[in-house]
């Protein structure tokens, strides 16, 4: 089992940030894209940021401007930094590895990290 382990969830007021933090495995991190997904209660998990190993970042419409995926090499962990925080970004928040910048998954999903967002 090759695990990302996400950090960095809380509470929140509206308009407010956090940062997530994910432990990669290293055998993981070189070479893979990494992306940041979330799942609200009775959605589908969704892809909200991903960084390519060479560190072109996509993003979803609904986070653009307010989100930022980055990656420290050396620490192998990927970061999302979560600004302008709204009530619909409420939801279990989980990174996980792409083989080869392609669109299959490298690793195996964590325990995610709840972010609630709410006055």
């Known amino acids: 089992q090759v695990q990302l382990v996400e950090s960095g969830g809380g509470l929140v007021q509206p308009g407010g940030s956090l940062r997530l933090s994910c432990l990669v495995p290293?055998?993981?991190?070189?070479?893979?894209?990494l992306g940041w997904y979330r799942q609200a209660p009775g959605n589908q998990r969704e892809l909200v940021a991903r960084?390519?190993?060479?560190?072109?970042?996509n993003y979803a419409d609904s986070v653009k401007g307010r989100f930022t995926i980055s990656r420290v090499n050396v620490n192998y962990t990927v970061f999302l930094q979560m600004n302008s925080l709204k009530p619909e970004d409420t939801a279990v928040y989980y990174c996980?590895?792409?083989?080869?910048?392609?669109?299959?998954?490298?690793?195996?999903w964590g325990p995610g990290t709840q972010v609630t967002v709410s006055s």
């Open positions: 996980m590895g792409f083989a080869r910048d392609s669109n299959v998954f490298a690793g195996d």
């Open positions: 290293s055998l993981l991190f070189s070479g893979n894209a």
């Open positions: 960084i390519s190993s060479f560190g072109s970042t």
